[in-house]
């Protein structure tokens, strides 16, 4: 495949596969028509050849090139394959696509200090688990680097203290990159306001831009009811203190939390499952 794509981004091979779709036709024809010389014309097509695009065969005192539909169609297969991976509905494209759009918006809004004040989310999820479980997943350092960022990210320093006036740090890098390598892809602080386990959580957290500066603050509560064996949790969100700069931040809240919630909801879940499954088989 590799031979394939390399022979057939040269302009003038591509132009012979084309003449060559048409019909068979010998290297001097193909040459006058693709107004270029023979020798060249035979170099570019012993390159097809050697691709396994073309074949060829000698009549008399000519060689007559054809197409070979065969590997153009199994190429094609592959783009289409790349493709619908690309346009896989609710996948990461289409997560990109939607930041993208809101991030065009909230740039055109970002035109003065405190343009986002006041804006606010909500979530809202059914977990698996009683309350002290989630709880221990919404405060726990251990826990909550399992779901406390969007997709595609890792957290890479986390620090949660959970109490009144507690210190929170977070930070997080792309989830491939493993050796930190890559810079930083965000990081914010906060402290914490209201602690009532099992029930409410409550924090500040200001992300930073890159130079250090502050984005915004965000504040948010984290609700927990009993809601029969799981819990429901109802999260809201408040902006204050917006800069210009934070646009980019913002426009990603509603999606990334989003992600970070549906994290949760999968870790509880996978941590029921386990559970269960010790209890069937009788403690170890």
């Known amino acids: 495949m590799d031979a394939l794509l390399a022979a057939l981004a040269d302009p003038a091979r591509l132009r012979l596969v084309s003449l060559l779709a048409e019909r068979p036709r010998p290297v001097g024809v193909l040459a006058r028509l693709a107004g270029a010389r023979q020798p060249q014309t035979t170099k570019h097509l012993q390159t097809l050849e050697r691709a396994g695009v073309v074949t060829s065969q000698r009549t008399g005192r000519r060689r007559i090139y054809a197409l070979r539909p065969g590997p153009l169609r199994e190429l094609a297969a592959a783009l289409g394959r790349l493709a619908d991976a690309a346009e896989q509905a609710g996948g990461p494209h289409e997560t990109y696509d939607r930041y993208g759009a809101g991030l065009r918006a909230e740039r055109l809004a970002a035109v003065e200090p405190g343009w986002a ?3 606010s989310f909500g979530f809202h999820r059914s977990l698996t688990g009683r309350p002290e479980l989630v709880w221990r997943h919404l405060t726990e350092a251990a826990l909550l680097t399992r779901w406390w960022t969007p997709d595609d990210l890792r957290v890479s320093e986390l620090v949660f203290e959970a109490r ?14 493993a050796d930190g390598s890559d810079p930083v892809a965000g990081r914010a602080e906060g402290v914490v306001d209201e602690v009532r386990p099992g029930e409410r959580l409550a924090y500040r957290l200001s992300p930073r831009l890159p130079g250090g500066g502050l984005a915004f603050t965000a504040h948010v509560a984290l609700d927990l009811r009993p809601a029969g064996t799981g819990t429901d949790l109802d999260v809201h969100w408040r902006i204050t203190d917006s800069t210009v700069d934070s ?25 029921a499952h386990d559970t269960d499954s010790i209890d069937a088989r009788g403690t170890p």
Do not use: M, P, T
């Not at 009144?164 to 990159?177: F, L, N, P, S, T």
């Open 164 to 177: 009144e006036g507690g210190r929170i740090v977070q930070e997080y890098r792309d989830a491939e990159d």
């Open 247 to 271: 646009a980019d931040f913002i426009a990603g809240i509603e999606i990334g939390f989003g992600q970070s919630l549906d994290k949760l909801a999968a870790a509880l879940a996978a941590d």
């Open 117 to 119: 004040d006041g804006r």
